[in-house]
């Protein structure tokens, strides 16, 4: 058995090790404002439920290993003292994933994954409209553990509120049904877990910085054909494909005549069926065809 001293190797390997052993963890999906009223929205995995009466919730953002600097969240929630917390389902993943990208302070990230905000009823922040379960929280205390890189800050939130959509209770509306929520849950390295579905895996946007939702054109930012996770996918790329790009790719596979003649929604389920085998790049080329 390989024996390791947490103080002997560098934080990203106690870092992995952790959190590749630990779980697989929920997913708090954090909704805050900052002292401007800008909203900012970021996954966290050090997250759990800790207490029933007082109704609490913990989650954890991390300093960024990188340099020790805070990220918005943790600024906000110590500022402003309110979060809600949107727990995540299969439905919304890949657009949940699109948010953890390290976006600059005040882009708002319900703007780039395409999530709806919702007003909340007590506190400032936006619910997560796809969210089954919402919690709008009061922070009471926010515990620092280091201030190194990498350092957790425990934050303790008392649940003010709880909105759950019915679809996801029984029949009698008193508990939530386990086989209706499709959580998911973060496991060690870009996978994750998917309630009695197993393991799929969600490359991790840390390293680029995609484009997001925001940038789409129209009719594919209101497609009747590509979901939530089709989008969140489409989010992650770094930039479109140019003209020659495009054409070249048409004449190759000999699709232009099947651009030029087919409907917007033929045209998205080809692009869909090159997200579901995470060809993003592909599916951009096929999108953009007709506006090229």
Not at 98 to 105: C, F, K, M, P
Not at 230 to 239: N, Q, V
């Amino acid at each position: 058995m390989l024996t390791i001293n947490p103080k002997e190797v560098e934080i990203a390997r106690n870092y992995g090790i952790m959190a590749g052993s630990v779980g697989p963890r929920p997913i708090a999906f954090a909704s805050t404002i900052n002292e401007e009223g800008q909203a900012n929205l970021a996954p966290f995995s050090f997250f759990n439920v800790v207490s029933a009466n007082p109704p609490m919730l913990m989650f954890s953002p991390l300093l960024r290993i990188s340099d020790g600097s805070a990220k918005d969240t943790l600024n906000n929630v110590s500022t402003q003292g309110e979060v809600v917390i949107n727990i995540v389902n299969y439905e919304m993943v890949q657009q949940m994933s699109l948010a953890s990208t390290d976006y600059a302070t005040g882009v708002n990230e319900f703007v780039k994954t395409g999530l709806t905000p919702l007003e909340s009823d007590v506190v400032k922040p936006f619910r997560v409209k796809e969210s089954p379960v919402q919690f709008e929280c009061v922070v009471k205390e926010v515990v620092s553990l280091g201030e190194e890189g990498g350092a957790g800050n425990v934050v303790l939130c008392e649940v003010v509120r709880m909105h759950v959509a019915e679809e996801v209770m029984d029949e009698h509306l008193n508990i939530i049904d386990q086989t209706k929520i499709d959580q998911v849950a973060r496991m060690g390295s870009n996978y994750y877990s998917r309630a009695n579905k197993g393991m799929f895996e969600i490359p991790k946007p840390k390293t680029t910085m995609g484009i997001g939702v925001d940038a789409f054109p129209e009719d594919v930012r209101t497609s009747n054909v590509l979901t939530g996770n089709d989008l969140g996918k489409l989010g992650t790329i770094e930039r479109l494909p140019n003209k020659e790009e495009i054409n070249s790719f048409l004449n190759e596979l000999n699709l232009v005549e099947y651009i030029k003649e087919g409907s917007v929604e033929k045209i998205h389920a080809v692009a869909q069926e090159y997200l579901k085998q995470e060809e993003i790049e592909k599916a951009w080329k096929v999108l953009l065809a007709k506006l090229n």
